[in-house]
Each structure stands twice: as structure tokens, then as C-alpha cells.
């Protein structure tokens, strides 16, 4: 598996000293996790699968978190560290910010190094290792919650059952909201993974998930999932006077694959073509 964090291990001191970057404290294992205070510091990007320092399964390659280093966690059990608890990083590139979860431990990262997923650090710069040094001179900060999760309310919004084809309603798949799980279409039947909130930062929201576009694809046919609210565009969701919803990013609208109204559809982003499929009712 390609990582930039295996190939700037060498070099990530001298480039730190090159770049004027101050590390932090030695001694920052043994320090509360500072929430909102600026770090100067460098990322690189890597897309290992697997499970994350953090205890649950990752895919660095397709899914939006962070890995940060290791002198920040610090129980012995790293799954129980309060690193692991709803704790995101806010990231600033080029005027650009995004939150993503902490969802693992880089053994090999300064202080002040964070370790994007690929799919994160790619909302900021090429991931093509031809085109790219794959190393970013940025600021970021520890935040509570996961864009919206945790600690941290909500955004304000209409709440209730989003209804498509023959009038069924779009939920988790298999009625189980963890990160990765696809929207499907199937009969109404109340329950919670059913219940939809159209917040009012442009987000859909399922039991504290949001309504993604995995890895921020932008073709036809790409997958639509439940993940942590991180702010990024791949969650972003406008809802037309057509009853279109579509995802600004890629300018494709949410639709049932193969228009078609049977139990199970998985819903994906197409290009808007205005057909009965890609048609929704939400809550008003």
C-alpha cells in the first residue's frame, strides 16, 4: 500500500527545520489534549485498511480521518485513549478547512505532524505521488465532537422520513447507522435509521451520521453512505424545486439504482436526468 508517511520519516526533520516549524513540548504524552489552540505543523497522507489505533476499522484510502502522533495518546490501552473519544482535527490548507475524526495513531509523526487519510488529504492537494511531494505546511487544531458529533450539538434542521419511488423510504442498509453503511430504499416502517434531518448547514443527517459520497467521488454510479459529519463537500446536499437532491460537489443528483422501486435499491449520485428515480419527499 502506497504511504507518504513511510517515505517523509527520513526527511520530516529536516523539512520541519527548513520550514521554521516548532515541534511540540517533549513531554506531550503527559499533556491535556488542547483543544483550539493552532499547531504549525506539516501533513503527509497515507491510505493503509485495516483497524486504526483507535480500535475500530479503517480505510484510509476512501474514508475522511486523521492519524496524529503518537507523543498525543496516552493511556496505555490506545482504544480507550481520550484521543478516541468523538475528538476531530480541524485542518487549514490555502485558505480551505475540513474536520476529520481521530481514528488512529502515526508511530512515526512529531508532535505537530498529523497523518491525513488519502481521502482527506485530497480535498486539499494531488494524492498522485508522480505529481505531488505529498507533504502540506499547514495549521490545525484539536476540536471536541466529529464535525457536528460528540460533545457538539447538532445543527438545527427538519426531521423526518425521506421518501422516494412508490413511496418508500430511504434508510441505513440492514437499519445499522456506523460509518461505511449504505442508503437503501425500502418500505416505511418508523424506524430511527429511517428519520432523516435536512440541517440547516446543508447536511442530511441519520442518527448522528451524515449523508456522504464516499471518498468525495464525483462520476456517476458512486457509492452514497452513512459517515461521520466531517464539513466536507462530499456532504453537502441541495434540495431543488424539481424534489431533486443533489450533491453540489459533483453536480449529480441522489438516485436509485436501476430505477427501480424493489426492497434493497441502493441509492448512488448520477447525472440529474429529472427521471422518477432520482425524485425525493422530505421532511417539511
Known sequence: MFSVRKLVLAVTIGLM?????????????????PFGQPQSGIATFYNDSGFGACGTSINAATQMLVAVSYQWFTAANPNADPLCSSVSVQVTYNGKTITVPVKDKCP????????????????????????????????????????GGGSTPPPAGRTGQITGLAGKCIGAAGGVASNGTAVDLYACVGSATQQWTMATDGTIRNS???????????????????????GTAAQQWLYT????????????????????????????????????????????
Open 208 to 230: 448522528g451520521k451524515c449523508l456522504d459520497v464516499a471518498g468525495a467521488g464525483t462520476t456517476s454510479g458512486s457509492k452514497v453512505q452513512l459517515y461521520d459529519c466531517n
Open 108 to 147: 512515526s509523526c512529531d508532535a505537530s505532524h498529523i497523518d491525513l487519510s488519502q481521502a482527506a488529504f485530497g480535498q486539499f492537494a494531488s494524492t498522485d505521488p508522480a505529481t505531488t511531494p505529498g507533504v502540506l505546511n499547514l495549521t490545525w487544531q484539536f476540536v471536541n465532537g466529529n464535525g
Open 17 to 33: 527545520t527548513i520550514l521554521g516549524i516548532a515541534s511540540a513540548p517533549a513531554n506531550a504524552a503527559a499533556a491535556a489534549i
Open 241 to 284: 424545486s424539481g424534489r431533486d437532491l443533489v450533491n453540489p460537489n459533483a453536480n449529480k443528483c441522489l438516485g436509485l439504482t436501476g430505477n427501480t422501486s424493489a426492497d434493497l435499491t441502493k441509492v448512488r449520485i448520477w447525472t440529474c436526468t429529472g427521471a422518477a428515480n432520482q425524485k425525493w419527499n422530505v421532511p417539511a
